[in-house]
């Protein structure tokens, strides 16, 4: 059973940067796909990056340019370094997993989350 736990998060001007960490526990050590989701008051949750384990990453329009994603598998920890953050990134951020390929499902596991506030 994977478990994610998520930390980092916090409250920064318009155009600061945050970096979040998920920890990974639990992993067996087969291919897993993870990402960053974030979903703000009152809208759906969304995606924001995925990194398969051969470190190929996909980002979200709103994102890309601005997040990076990445992992230290030495630590089994997954990043998302966030720049020139803005207003509308204000979210709950969650860190999800799932064994195999990213778009061969839904993600199976889920951290709880960590706040993300921007103000302008």
């Known amino acids: 059973q994977v478990q994610l736990v998520e930390s980092g998060g916090g409250s920064v001007q318009a155009g600061g940067s945050l970096r979040l960490s998920c920890a990974v526990f639990?992993?067996?050590?087969?291919?897993?796909?993870m990402g960053w989701f974030r979903q703000a008051p009152g809208k759906e949750r969304e995606e924001v990056a995925l990194?398969?384990?051969?470190?190929?990453?996909t980002y979200a329009d709103s994102v890309r340019g601005r997040f990076i994603i990445s992992q230290d598998n030495l630590k089994n920890t997954l990043y998302l370094q966030m720049n020139s953050l803005k207003p509308e990134d204000t979210a709950m951020y969650y860190c999800?997993?799932?064994?195999?390929?990213?778009?061969?499902?839904?993600?199976?596991?889920w951290g709880k989350g960590t706040l993300v506030t921007i103000s302008s």
């Open positions: 990194r398969e384990s051969n470190g190929f990453t």
């Open positions: 639990g992993y067996t050590g087969s291919s897993l796909c």
């Open positions: 999800a997993a799932r064994y195999g390929l990213c778009r061969a499902g839904a993600m199976n596991y």
